[in-house]
């Protein structure tokens, strides 16, 4: 029994050993297999990628406790949230009671993060960065029973220099925490314990639509908390929460029994003077309170009250009290004195903020001697906005130096006079109920001019006259300067009560006069470049939204605009800035010695994609001085570049732009016609290609007398189609296009280049066939006066390509000129011969003609005589037949007159056949004559070959 008792303590304390042993090399000869396996694991089963640096697992750091420590441990999440990582940890350390690994409870003693940057991010839509589990698609178990009863318990945690960002799109909201510490302690094993807080930010930025609350402010705050585990409910116990010098102090409690937040929580100020309050100013500003002497008494406090959920939004109130407030810089000697506020905001239903009332009754300064006061009361805000305020300051601005330090080299003067009252609901103006509304009273501000270091010009207003009815706020007046540039106006702000009580467009119509306004003094030099921009760098220029709840239009008349070196003469037009764009109509100036007319728009109503529509009208505008000025002229035409002269053009073009609003040329569209007259142009590229090319002399440098056409923009390209223009001498017609992007261009000439432009070469290789034609068929041909040329020209605008194709061949210039030549001859010949078959034939039928006629003539005279002969001897058969009077002799006369006759018809007869004969003849005769002048024009055959 002893020996078998301690062989089994021999045995337990091997195992403990080999278990210990297996504890301490397990992870150390399957490190990379087991870290492979989690990572393979845990990505498997969430929407983000996991990664991890350097990690170990020792006992010798906190023996007998298990220490891990994991370096670099990154949860980057996938879209929607593209870019952002959820987590990126430089070290994660825990410590492990180690016996608790063999329970159903893991016990961590302390588990810290060293560097961690946390960022949460909320869509619009809600969906949150943090909701990265992959949804579980195992059937629910059948009962309770088979729940695991494995937990974790914790005893402290802590975070170093942390980083941590809120921003929830879905409110509008923005926190940003850098420099945090956090501690806290408690025993998370247990349902009931105190949890012990300590927190400090270096720099706390809180930003919530669109206003900046907190900015670099200091936080420090340290809590403890009664944690009721087993109901989710911590009640707050000592506790302070200091923001900057603002200490606070919360009672209550925060419950989250199932999905819902309920909470019950109280705050008040834990010091109650100015100077706490006054702390909230911005780290900026922040210095100017050193040293200030402030006295006063102020009450802030609060509550939130009620559940928090989906659809509903606990209660809230918040109050501010100041009396009898005073504060004095050392170095200055005036003071604001008798500050006093009273206001509330109160919401008793969170979800119906269409309750919630803002009631401030008095608010109060004397501000160097000069009096400010004010009142509001507000409520319906959401539905029928219901205001009554009063505002009253009178103020001499010359005095605010003595109570406010300025900046050395400022300088403040001027009046400000304010007396206003507004009372009514928002649903009056709406129906036009004005007379149930008030609006009345003034806004005034004189002889007011500022001048500053910081600005590099000095601000005036002369004049500034506002004035209040319940139709609109009338502009009266204004008259002042920006340096050098002076701005006079006048005009109204339509519904500007709605506007300002529910957020809605504000409209109004002005008009703009200038005598001279210089962007350039405005904007400030150029700071100079220290480093080459990086492709696509926009730092330079960045896109100008246009608002979206304004409604402007606004007539211009300014008769100088500087801006960069352009000088835009007067200028007038109207300007309509209205649903995110800006409409051009009829704006006209002077530039560049000529005149310009232009309408069209700017829309950033897709930010991503701004779109810029513009139609222009230009006039006798100098060639020179646009390219040097505008440098798109340059891309879109290159040949300008060369050019000395005037244009004129019509353009639409429609783009969109790219961040730094800059034209993106893929998308440009458009069409437009081009005028010039007179241009000269020297060394332009493709020119000078053209002429080593053809091999001719005068077109490199030329004046172009007149040129007419049509262009489009299309697929990243200027097309224009083709025209006639005339390059010195040669009569041309172009067509093709250029590429913005590389400038590669794609055009064909068609030209006709006078034959003496390539020189006597082409007079001596055609000589001799000139006088074999001439010697031929009698003519006297001389050289074509041009040959046809169709010529291709890519490449680039600065490398052309020139392919000169010689009157339709592929030979050389000098196969072309024979070519062209011997083309010419034959066709003058083929012309030559043409011409003498049909003169040919145009003389035999006039032989023809005059054959026929002479043979009708002599036809017709032969049968007149015969017809004559043949009736003057039937007159002599018929006499002698009259003189027998005889019966019977006269039967034997009758038969002899008869013969007589029959004879006559014989001798008629023939005299006919020989005339016909003859006559037949000489048809014939003109016939073959003709034949042989159109027989012998076509057998010429003196064809260069």
């Not at 419950?255 to 019950?264: G, L, Q, R, T």
Request: net charge negative.
């Amino acid at each position: 029994m002893g020996k078998w008792f301690k062989r089994l303590v021999i045995a337990g304390v091997v195992l403990i050993v080999l278990l210990l042993g297996a504890i301490i090399l397990i992870p150390i000869l399957f490190k990379d297999k087991i870290e492979a396996l989690v990572k393979e694991q845990v990505n498997a089963n969430i929407h983000a990628t996991v990664e991890w640096g350097e990690w170990d697992i020792t006992l010798l750091k906190s023996f007998p406790d298990l220490t891990l420590d994991i370096a670099n441990v990154r949860v980057c999440n996938k879209a929607p949230f593209e870019g952002i990582c959820l987590a990126d940890i430089g070290a994660l350390t825990t410590t492990i009671d180690i016996k608790s690994l063999f329970g159903d409870k893991i016990d961590i003693k302390r588990i810290g993060l060293t560097r961690p940057k946390i960022h949460a991010a909320v869509l619009e839509d809600g969906r949150a960065n943090w909701d990265i589990a992959m949804p579980d698609t195992a059937p629910a178990p059948e009962s309770a029973d088979t729940a695991s009863k494995f937990n974790i318990g914790l005893r402290e945690y802590w975070i170093e220099d942390g980083h941590v960002i809120y921003d929830d799109a879905s409110l509008a909201m923005r926190m940003d925490l850098a420099g945090l510490d956090h501690k806290g302690t408690g025993d998370f094993t247990q349902d009931l314990f105190t949890l012990s807080t300590t927190t400090q930010a270096d720099t706390v930025d809180v930003t919530f639509d669109g206003i900046r609350y907190l900015k670099r402010a200091v936080a420090d705050i340290k809590a403890d908390l009664d944690m009721d585990m087993a109901n989710m409910k911590f009640t707050f116990k000592e506790n302070e929460a200091t923001i900057n010098q603002l200490s606070l102090g919360f009672n209550g409690w925060l419950a989250m029994p199932a999905d819902d937040i309920d909470m019950d929580i109280t705050w008040d100020l834990k010091k109650n003077d100015l100077g706490a309050l006054l702390s909230l100013v911005p780290a900026e500003f922040a210095t100017d309170l050193k040293g200030v002497d402030m006295s006063g008494q102020v009450a802030f406090n609060g509550y939130v009250k009620g559940t928090y959920n989906d659809n509903t939004m606990p209660g809230f109130g918040l109050n501010i009290a100041v009396d009898k407030g005073r504060f004095k810089y050392p170095d200055l000697p005036e003071s604001v004195e008798n500050i006093t506020v009273k206001a509330s905001i109160v919401s008793p239903q969170g979800n119906d903020m269409d309750g919630m009332v803002i009631d401030m009754p008095l608010f109060a300064m004397t501000l160097a001697r000069n009096p400010v006061e004010a009142r509001l009361h507000l409520e319906r805000p959401l539905s029928d906005p219901r205001v009554d305020m009063a505002a009253k300051a009178k103020v001499d601005l010359a005095s605010l130096k003595s109570v406010v330090p300025m900046e050395k080299g400022d300088e403040l003067n001027g009046k400000l006079d304010i007396d206003v009252k507004v009372k009514g609901a928002v649903s009056d103006i709406e129906a036009q109920r004005f007379e149930k509304f008030t609006a009345e009273g003034k806004m005034l501000l004189t002889g007011m001019v500022y001048r500053s270091d910081s600005l590099p010009w000095p601000v005036g207003i002369a004049t500034l006259d506002l004035a209040l009815n319940p139709r609109y706020l009338a502009l009266n007046a204004f008259n002042g300067t920006l340096g050098k540039s002076d701005v006079q106006a006048s005009g109204r702000f339509d519904n500007y009560l709605i506007w300002w009580l529910k957020d809605s467009t504000l409209a109004g119509t002005f008009d703009l006069k200038s005598k001279r306004f210089d962007l350039n003094e405005l904007m400030g030099p150029e700071e100079p470049a220290t480093t080459t921009p990086a492709a696509g760098d926009t730092s330079a220029m960045a896109l100008i939204e246009v608002p979206g709840n304004i409604n402007f239009r606004m007539d211009a008349a300014i008769g100088e605009v500087l801006y960069d070196d352009l000088t835009l003469s007067a200028l007038q037009g109207a300007v309509h800035v209205h649903d995110q764009r800006v409409d051009l109509n009829k704006l006209v100036f002077g530039l560049f010695e000529g005149r310009v007319g232009m309408d069209g728009s700017y829309s950033t109503q897709d930010k991503a994609h701004p779109l810029a529509e513009l139609r222009y009208d230009i006039r006798d505008m100098d060639i020179e001085k646009t390219v040097q000025y505008i440098e798109t002229v340059q891309k879109m035409v290159p040949i300008a570049k060369t050019c000395k002269g005037k244009y004129s053009t019509t353009l639409s073009m429609r783009t969109e732009l790219d961040q730094a609003m800059s034209p993106i040329v893929s998308s440009l569209t458009g069409e437009g016609t081009l005028h010039t007259k007179n241009v000269r142009v020297d060394g332009f590229q493709p020119l000078v290609d053209l002429a080593k090319a053809l091999k001719v002399k005068g077109i490199e440098n030329t004046t172009l007398p007149s040129v007419d056409f049509s262009y489009e923009f299309r697929d990243g390209k200027m097309i224009t189609k083709p025209f006639d223009v005339k390059i010195d001498r040669i009569q041309a017609n172009v067509g093709g296009s250029t590429a913005f992007a590389d400038q590669a261009i794609d055009y064909t000439m068609k030209a006709k280049v006078p034959t003496d432009m390539f020189g006597a070469q082409a007079n001596q290789l055609v000589s001799g066939w000139l006088g074999q034609a001439n010697q031929a068929i009698g003519s006297n041909f001389q050289m074509p006066k041009d040959i046809d040329v169709t010529a291709s020209i890519t490449g680039t605008i600065n490398k052309p390509v020139i392919k000169p194709v010689f009157a339709g061949g592929k030979g050389n210039l000098t196969q072309t000129v024979v070519a062209e030549v011997k083309e010419e001859l034959n066709q003058q010949i083929d012309k030559a011969k043409e011409e003498a078959i049909a003169r040919a034939r145009e003389e035999a039928a006039k032989l023809l003609t005059e054959a026929q006629k002479q043979a009708d003539n002599l036809k017709a005279t032969a049968r007149r005589e015969a017809a004559s002969v043949k009736a003057q001897g039937y007159k002599a058969a018929d006499d002698e037949l009259a003189k027998v009077t005889n019966p019977l002799a006269k039967l034997a006369a009758k038969a002899v007159a008869d013969a007589a006759k029959k004879e006559a018809d014989k001798q008629e007869q023939k005299a006919v056949a020989e005339a016909d004969k003859r006559a037949d003849a000489i048809v014939e005769g003109a016939r073959k004559q003709g034949d042989a002048l159109i027989a012998k024009a076509e057998a010429s055959n003196t064809t260069i070959k």
